[in-house]
Structure formats: C-alpha cells, structure tokens
C-alpha cells in the first residue's frame, strides 16, 4: 500500500484531510493516528485565531456547508504541543499552511524548517489575499505561484511542497502549471467550492457568514474531475485526491483518476473511524483488481480504451 508524495514516503494512500481532525487528537479516541498515510493538520496561521461565529455548518442533500475559518492555535502552540504529541504517537504529518500575505505564509514555512518530522508542507491557497483586496490566492496563477515560490525558499529543502487548489477556477490546469513553475513538488486537489444555503424557517442564510465551503459526496465528481484534468496535463506531479471520499470504492477511483494519495474530509465527521475503513476497503478493491500495488492504478483511467471516449464537442451538456 506505500505510496510516495514526491520526495516522502507513505505506508498508505489515505490521508486525514485539513480541517476534519484537528491535530489528531479528536480522532485519536477511534482510530490509531499512526495507522494513517499521514494526517495533515488543520491549516495553521501565525497567530492563534478564534474562526468565525456560529452557525458555521450546515447540512446539505450528499454534503456539508462549512464556514468555520481558520480556527487554530498559531503556528507556536502547533509546534510546542500538537506537533510533538502526533510524532510521539508515531503519526507522519503533513502540516497545512495559511496566511493572509505571502510574507506570512514564508514566515510559516521557515518555522517549520527548524522542526523535525514534518513529512511535507500542505499550501492552503483558498486563503483571502490582504493585498489583492480579499481576492482569493487560489483564483490568480500568479498570486498562487508568489505564495509557492516563498514557501519552497522559505521551506527545507528535503521537504515536499504541496499546492492545495480551490475548484472555484475557470482553469485548474493553469493554476496547476503555474504553481508548479514555482516549485510545488505536487498538488493537493481539491478545496471547498463555494456554496450556500437559505433556511426557509428564519429566511436568512444558514451560515452567519453567508456562504461558505461545499464538502462531501456532493463534491466527488468536481474533484474525480480536476485531478483527471491536471494528470492528463502534468502526468508526473504526484496529487493528493481530496473531495467526497467515503468508501474504499471512491478512494479507487480518485486514484485511477490520476491521484498517488487520497484525503478523507467530510466522511469523518460523522464516522471519526472512517480514514481506517477506508484504508480496509481500498486493500480490498485492490486486491479484487488483483493490483500488487497502489502504484498499479495511479492514472490507470487514462489509459486509452477502444470504445467512445468522453463528450466530444458539443461539450458536456
Ligand atoms: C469543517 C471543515 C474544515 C476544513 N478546514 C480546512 C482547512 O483548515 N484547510 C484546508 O486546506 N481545507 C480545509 N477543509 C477542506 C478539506 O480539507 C477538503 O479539502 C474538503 O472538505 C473536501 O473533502 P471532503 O469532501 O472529503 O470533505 C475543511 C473542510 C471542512 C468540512
């Protein structure tokens, strides 16, 4: 089941997604953390941050509206306390990075550099950019490759550098393309795209915050998609697939999409355990496919077949 996310090595494909297990501990309780490909944590910033008020989750048909923010300790307290808990319990850590400048996510990376066993750095890109109006990082190909750039100077340089997307783009390829021109060693795809939801009772938005990210399976096929799109353009960038898996089937075909590692989100919330059904049942599809190795399936739905391929060009409606 090993796996390799450019220069790290994994046990196995499937990952604890940012934000769904905080810093480990929460799932701990029902699930061994060192059992996980690794976990990457919930995206830390510089300071301590409270998030946003409450109501910030709201249930969706097959999905999740969250606007929690980016609640968190601060990169401090993240290194004295839930760093070196994750490592003494034999977890591998990716940790996620957030900021609201780039001089900030540079900051972060550079901390980062003196602690030891951080396994690879996740670059939240779908982050308000302070000096672009609020725009986010994640919707401009260049504001996502200064914030790259910095954190792989910034970072050390035996620790791999991924660039987390948001689907929320006309083009993912480009904003792929540029943050690996930058020096992303891969690409976690994909981030929330935008939703919201009206409560027909008090006829105001559900979340105090108005809108905010769609999670779950209502997302799988917006995130089977993006990770097929930037296989197919950049073939030999490992991809972290994230985006409504909750079975051992969905682990699959994010990876016959081109993933060399799958992230479980939203399935946690309602099953802490799943990261480890999920990692059963992915041995299990494989197994039946008769696959030696993850590595056997990676990309393997891009391999050309005879019979008609995908809508030609009239499109896909
Ligand atoms: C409650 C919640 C909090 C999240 N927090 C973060 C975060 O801090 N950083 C980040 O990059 N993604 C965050 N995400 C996004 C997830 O990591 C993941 O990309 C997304 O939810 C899609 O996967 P899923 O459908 O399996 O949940 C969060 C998602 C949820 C539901």
Known sequence: MRTRLGRAELPNPVLAASGCAGAGREVAHFMDVARLGALVSKSIMAEPWTGNPPPRLAETPSGLLNAVGLQGPGIDAFLRRDLPWLLSRGARVVVSIAGQIVREYAGLAARLSDAAGVTAIE?????????????????????????????????????????????????????????????????????????????????????????????GPAIRPIAVRCVWQVREALPDVPIVGTGGVRSGRDALEMLLAGASAVGVGTAIVHDPSACARVLRELEESLSALGADRVGDVVGGAHRPRPARRGPGPGGAT
């Open 123 to 215: 670059v939240n890109l779908s982050c308000p950019n302070a000096e672009d109006a609020g725009r986010m990082f994640a919707a401009d190909a260049q504001a996502a490759g200064a914030v790259v750039a910095a954190v792989r100077a910034s970072a050390r340089h035996d620790v791999p550098v991924f660039a987390k997307l948001s689907p929320d783009v006309t083009d993912i390829v480009a904003l792929a393309r540029a943050c690996v021109a930058a020096g992303a060693d891969g690409l976690s795809l994909i981030n929330t795209p935008l939703g919201m939801a009206v409560d027909p009772v008090t006829m105001r938005p559900a979340l105090a915050g108005g809108y905010g990210g769609l999670s």
